[in-house]
């Protein structure tokens, strides 16, 4: 059984950080590319970010591009999402995803090729 729990979200002010974190067990976690999405109220689930396997290759969503990092430690099985310069926008309920199908040097932004989820974790930038 595979699980993945995130944390580290909350509220704060725009123009500040957060990091996010998600805990992954159950299976090796070097075999599983890794993403993080996000729902806003009424909207869809989007893509935000994500990291190969190896965590040598990442791809990010224009909107957050320049102010979110994806990094991953492989020995922790955890993956980070660090959120630099928030906006109101970013306000959302932020979820990770694993994908055990990729090649160690793949990301994939499809949401429906992601195998397991987190119940993520709420983001809120105040104005």
């Known amino acids: 059984q595979v699980q993945l729990v995130e944390s580290g979200g909350g509220l704060v002010q725009a123009g500040g950080s957060l990091r996010l974190s998600c805990a992954v067990s159950g299976r090796t976690f070097s075999t599983y590319a890794m993403g993080w999405f996000r729902q806003a109220p009424g909207k869809e689930r989007q893509f935000v970010a994500a990291i190969s396997r190896s965590g040598e290759v990442t791809y990010y969503a224009r909107s957050v591009g320049g102010r979110f990092t994806l990094s991953r430690d492989n020995a922790m099985n955890t993956v980070y999402l660090h959120m630099n310069s928030l906006k109101p926008e970013d306000t959302a309920v932020y979820y990770c995803?694993?994908?055990?199908?990729?090649?160690?040097?793949?990301?994939?932004?499809?949401?429906?090729?992601?195998?397991?989820w987190g119940q993520g974790t709420q983001v809120t930038v105040s104005s």
């Open positions: 995803a694993a994908d055990s199908r990729l090649t160690v040097h793949s990301t994939t932004m499809a949401l429906d090729e992601y195998d397991y």
